[in-house]
């Protein structure tokens, strides 16, 4: 919605504005391509936001990395440990949490 609020409908009014006024054929160049850029940075940046959104959700799906733990060279030891420390920050965080929403500390 901010998308379309920031450059399409500037843009319609942009080119709404320039069809009731008479400029020179280079100027009205300048401002199609200028009008043609915002949309394509917009169309780009909504692609982004949508690889971003996925990968949000992929990361949020497996929260410990699995497999590597059973590896028997230095990588899965290290995976190994990575694992057990996520699990302990998650379940302070969940202790944290729990705590916060029993008291008038969580605003």
Wanted: hydrophobic share 50%.
């Amino acid at each position: 919605m901010a998308l379309v609020l920031s450059s399409v409908v500037p843009t319609l009014v942009l080119a709404f504005v320039l069809l009731m006024v008479d400029l020179s054929t280079a100027t009205k160049l300048v401002v199609v391509g200028t009008i043609a850029g915002a949309l394509v940075g917009g169309w780009i940046i909504w692609g982004l936001g949508r690889v971003v959104a996925s990968m949000g959700t992929l990361m949020g799906r497996d929260s410990a990395l699995t497999g590597f733990e059973h590896r028997q060279d230095e990588v899965g030891t290290l995976m190994a440990s990575y694992n057990k420390l996520l699990a302990t920050v998650e379940q302070q965080a969940t202790e944290i949490n729990t705590f916060c929403h029993s008291t008038v500390l969580c605003l």
